[in-house]
């Protein structure tokens, strides 16, 4: 059994929701990210969601753009966000870690070698936005022979069929963007998600992660309750843009809103 | 000797290229897309309303003009500009425009956004959106809209709000990340008219459809002027829209050279150009897969050239598979190499061309001294330089 799905079996046993970062490596230095990920998961976090920096993140609000665009500004990229992995796994063998990002850097990396990279690196789920199953299956794949999961999002226009399509092309868990927009919008609205949820768990059995628009603790409960886990990401990279002269303070601010999302979500 | 062509593929696909590379959500948009496009694309009503439009309200057909005192200067080919600049709003992009937008209003869309590069595009989304009543939103990058502050203006007038975006390298590529942002966001009431034959499926072939009268019109009046197909065509690629437009219904013609002009900016060589096709590799953007200009981690690089709509990463799939198959001959043209094409047509034929056009008139001035006086070139004249004034002013040091 993955990872993935070891972790979500036991907080599904434990009656818990998964509480999942987003960060983007090397964001803002590239040494702030790993002893970050450690901090993190004493918070209380399940799995981290790595962002690999991109030039051009389509489906990301500004705040996400602006941490790429500081990432990129110190040379960071998919082969050294793997780096920062292997830097992690060193003193960290349990936490999930799923790469979010755009093909792109896959791309010119080459499909293999990134599998082959991503096994070295212990990488355990993979998520391209740009990259729907209809494309993704060759890179596909190449993971699961890896013992990788691939990670596909859902979204609210999403059909049925394309919900099956999903659940058979991905594994670990689905992605639901809550919303119709970019990372960080401002317009969720849990009576949709939960309406839609019933739609996708009639179709497929895989653990759900909620995420887009996910800002502070009461949101985050109400979110994971629908699901089985919530993904917050723009909301903690606004601590690091807030604090770019002080970095402890963005640390410790980020891992107080986890803290109290983990709180929350346990109550 | 005639073979057929029928790309893309049902899935969008030119061999390797083209395809469906977007986030979740836009795969419903795109299907509806697609879907409402193809049933468009066989219904006599729609296509008498497109040509009417065509006809009526951009001027079409555009004239074939014989450039004889440039083909004489220059001593070899007969050359003929297809003279896209004449059209209403002064560019080829009127073309397009004019059909998506009328898919848009079949479909139901009220609202229209676009990106656009030198605003060509804009300028004639925002025309077709003021005709029809549809709110209209163009996004541009900020450093765009400093240097092509006239059509910044036609669009304001014409009811658009023009977005200047901020993000990334501040021209085409980050006008189109932001465009796709807004309609991720919108995708209930918005249609998106991308304005050149990239983007996901169905994008790059139905552009490349609504282009293809300017090839479909010349290959008749050449024939009716020369009685033969032409010998080359010429044409400007940025993301490569009035090229294909002007390629397509050659393809089967084997007979006829293509040549696509990329903008080699301060040279190829110096790593400041636009050029994908001649110095790129293949990779994904912006919904498909096809050559790109990026570093060895998958980085897009920023681009230059002179003229803003040529200024962008990529190009349309359909071109890396001509490129590939080796169909068609793409070639690059400096800054340097493209005023003397600016200067050349302005001051030999009276005719003042758009900077991306420029590039095709200077590789054309290399092209013709090679050929026989019996032989014919083609050039897409995709647009006229008034919207350049500014900018060439500028470099000779005058204040308009």
């Known amino acids: ?267 | 000797m005639t073979e057929k062509y029928n790309m893309p593929d049902e899935r969008g696909h030119f061999g390797p290229y083209g395809g469906i590379f977007v986030a979740e959500t836009l795969m419903p948009p795109i299907q509806e897309l697609n879907e409402a496009y193809q049933r468009y694309l066989a219904d006599p009503v729609f296509i008498a309303e497109l040509d009417a439009d065509l006809k009526y309200y951009v001027g079409r057909p555009s004239p074939l003009y014989h450039a004889e005192r440039w083909s004489r200067e220059l001593g070899g080919a007969q050359i003929y500009l297809k003279r896209e600049d004449l059209n209403h709003t002064g560019s080829h992009k009127i073309n397009n425009t004019v059909g998506q937008a009328l898919l848009a209003k079949r479909m139901g869309k009220t609202r229209i956004i676009a990106e656009t590069g030198a605003g060509q595009h804009g300028v004639a989304t925002a025309t077709i959106a003021a005709r029809l009543g549809l709110e209209c939103v163009v996004y541009m990058g900020a450093v765009d809209v400093a240097r092509q502050s006239l059509n910044v203006y036609r669009m304001k007038l014409l009811g658009a709000t023009v977005v200047a975006v901020e993000s990334g390298s501040k021209t085409l590529k980050d006008a189109l990340n932001e465009a796709l942002r807004d309609w991720v966001t919108n995708v209930d009431n918005t249609f998106y008219i991308i304005g050149t034959v990239a983007g996901p499926h169905p994008y790059p072939a139905m552009v490349r459809d609504f282009q293809s009268i300017i090839g479909r019109e010349a290959k008749e009046q050449c024939l009716e002027a020369t009685g033969r197909l032409p010998d080359a065509l010429v044409a400007c690629v940025g993301g490569g829209s009035n090229a294909i437009g002007l390629f397509y219904p050659f393809i089967e013609d084997k007979s006829v050279k293509m040549y696509g002009v990329e903008a080699a900016g301060d040279g190829v060589s110096t790593g400041r150009h636009s050029a994908p096709l001649c110095a790129g590799r293949p990779g994904v953007l912006h919904g498909n897969r096809t050559y790109l200009m990026c570093d060895d981690d998958g980085e897009i690089i920023e681009t230059h050239s002179i003229s803003a709509g040529l200024d962008y990463p990529g190009v349309g799939p359909e071109h890396a598979w001509l490129k590939d198959t080796g169909r068609a001959n793409y070639v690059n043209i400096t800054d340097t190499e493209a005023l003397e094409g600016f200067y050349a047509l302005t001051r030999m034929e009276g005719i003042i061309p758009a900077l991306e056009s420029s590039h095709a008139m200077a590789y054309t001035m290399k092209l013709a001294p090679t050929m026989r006086k019996d032989e014919t070139i083609i050039i897409n004249l995709s647009g006229r330089g008034d919207k350049d004034m500014q900018t060439m002013a500028k470099r000779e040091g005058i204040e308009l």
Not at chain 1, 24 to 34: E, H
Not at chain 1, 160 to 180: C, F, T
Not at chain 1, 183 to 206: F, M, P, S, Y
């Open chain 1, 1 to 267: 059994m993955s990872r993935l799905a070891a972790r979500f079996e036991a907080l599904a046993k434990a009656g818990r929701k998964a509480l999942i970062p987003f960060v983007t490596a090397g964001d803002p230095r590239p040494d702030f990210t790993v002893p970050l990920m450690h901090e993190m998961v004493k918070a209380g976090v399940d799995v981290i969601e790595l962002g690999v920096p991109f030039s051009d993140p389509m489906a990301d609000g500004p705040v996400i753009q602006r941490a790429s665009e500081r990432a990129l500004a110190h040379k960071m990229s998919l082969r050294r966000t793997l780096e920062t992995a292997i830097e992690f796994r060193k003193t960290d063998q349990d936490t999930p870690i799923v790469l979010m990002g755009y093909l792109n850097p896959i791309e010119a990396m080459g499909y293999e070698a990134f599998a082959n990279a991503a096994q070295r690196a212990d990488i355990d789920g993979v998520l391209t936005v740009d990259l729907p199953p209809e494309e993704g299956l060759e890179c596909s794949a190449l993971l699961k022979a890896r013992g990788i999961d691939p990670i596909f999002l859902l979204a609210p226009n999403s059909t049925d069929e394309r919900v099956k399509k999903m659940d058979a092309a991905g594994s670990g868990y689905i992605y639901y963007v809550s919303l119709k927009g970019v990372t960080g919008a401002g317009h969720l609205n849990t009576a949709d998600v939960e309406h839609k949820l019933q739609q996708i768990r009639a179709n497929t059995n895989l653990p759900i992660a909620i995420g887009f628009g996910v800002k502070d603790a009461v949101t985050a409960k109400t979110i994971a309750n629908i699901g089985d886990g919530v993904v917050i990401g723009s909301a903690l990279i606004n601590k690091i843009e807030d604090n770019l002269d002080d970095l402890d303070l963005a640390k410790q601010e980020i891992i107080t809103l986890l803290a109290s999302i983990r709180q929350a979500l346990n109550s």
